[in-house]
Nanobody, 124 residues
């Protein structure tokens, strides 16, 4: 079992920055990959970024490459999503998820546990 709690969402103007955090408890944090997904109103939940269990391998959805950075601190059992140059189209409910394995994953079904989500709203 893994419990995940996101924080750091909020309202920001276009061009601004936010850092999301996701604190994990339960299973040993350093043994599984982590991911961030987002869901805009009326749309499906989609992949944003993933990081492997070591923190060395990362992968991003094309629209956030160069703007978002995923990282993790295994000593603090926390994964982060630094979001810069935010755009109105980044507005969504952001979820962190714990992967089934140590390697990165971009498919929703590769994640076993999900947080409750944190809202990010970017105004134009």
């Amino acid at each position: 079992q893994v419990q995940l709690v996101e924080s750091g969402g909020g309202l920001v103007q276009a061009g601004g920055s936010l850092r999301l955090s996701c604190a994990a408890s339960g299973r040993t944090f350093s043994t599984y990959a982590m991911g961030w997904f987002r869901q805009a109103p009326g749309k499906e939940r989609v992949f944003v970024a993933t990081i492997d269990s070591t923190g060395y391998v990362r992968y991003y959805e094309d629209s956030v490459k160069g703007r978002f950075t995923i990282s993790r601190d295994n000593a603090k059992n926390t994964v982060y999503l630094q979001m810069n140059s935010l755009k109105p189209e980044d507005t969504a409910l952001y979820y962190c998820a714990a992967g089934r394995r140590a390697t990165i994953a971009i498919v929703h079904g590769e994640y076993d546990y999900w947080g409750q989500g944190t809202q990010v709203t970017v105004s134009s």
